[in-house]
């Protein structure tokens, strides 16, 4: 089965940096395209980030509001994912989950929360 | 940006039959997928590319539309129902959801 877990969550400073993980398995993790998206405290869905496959160069794509601060990675030799956060802010707190898909999020992990606060 | 509209709640009672729409900025085509979301889980896929049933998913879920107009039916509703309901765009970046629909029961 296919299984996504997520972890690294915590509470944080403001300016402070942060780096997420995610472990997948039950699936060829080297042919997908991995995604983060985050959910603030009883708010809607986001999306992060996004890191296409080797053929694609690993290219990565952001969203506006995290664009310079996070960058995304991947390890296929571990089936790992990554995000880097730098620079967070109070806005940045939320569950972030790990998805997987062609060019939709059919598989997601449990999620790992982060909370930025002073 | 593609911004995507929904209602943000809609009541049915159990056994009914109902529909929620997602509105599209600009045409997505069929690039066009759905979520469930039960209080405290991850988001499940439900439908994907505007029309097709996840595996696994029950029958009673379908999606329909292309464009701009979307719309995911569950036909007959059950109590197991109850939880948020987002589309979601892959048409262009930014990937962009809706702001999510609260179904309730009446």
């Known amino acids: 089965a296919v299984q996504l877990v997520e972890s690294g969550g915590g509470l944080v400073q403001p300016k402070e940096s942060l780096k997420i993980s995610c472990a997948a398995s039950g699936f060829t993790f080297s042919n997908a395209a991995m995604y983060w998206v985050r959910q603030a405290p009883g708010k809607g869905l986001e999306w992060v980030a996004r890191i296409r496959t080797k053929p694609n160069n690993y290219a990565t794509y952001y969203a506006d509001s995290v664009k310079g601060r996070f960058t995304i990675s991947r390890d296929d030799s571990k089936s790992m994912v990554y995000l880097q956060m730098d620079n967070l802010k109070t806005e940045d707190t939320a569950m972030y989950y790990c998805t997987a898909g062609p060019n939709w999020f059919a598989y997601w992990g449990q999620g790992t929360l982060v909370t930025v606060s002073s | 940006d593609t911004v995507l509209t929904q209602s943000p709640a809609l009541a049915v009672s159990l056994g009914q039959r109902v529909t929620i729409s997602c509105r599209a900025s600009?045409?997505?085509?069929?690039?066009m997928h759905w979520y469930q979301q039960k209080s405290g889980q991850q988001p499940k896929l439900l439908i994907y590319s505007a029309s097709n049933l996840e595996s696994g998913v029950p029958s009673r879920f379908s999606g329909s539309g292309s464009g701009t107009d979307f719309t995911l039916t569950i036909d007959p509703v059950e109590a197991d129902d109850i939880a948020n309901y987002y589309c979601?765009?892959?048409?262009?970046?930014?990937?962009?959801f809706g702001s999510g629909t609260k179904l309730e029961i009446k």
């Open positions: 979601q765009q892959s048409n262009e970046l930014p990937l962009t």
């Open positions: 600009k045409s997505v085509s069929t690039y």
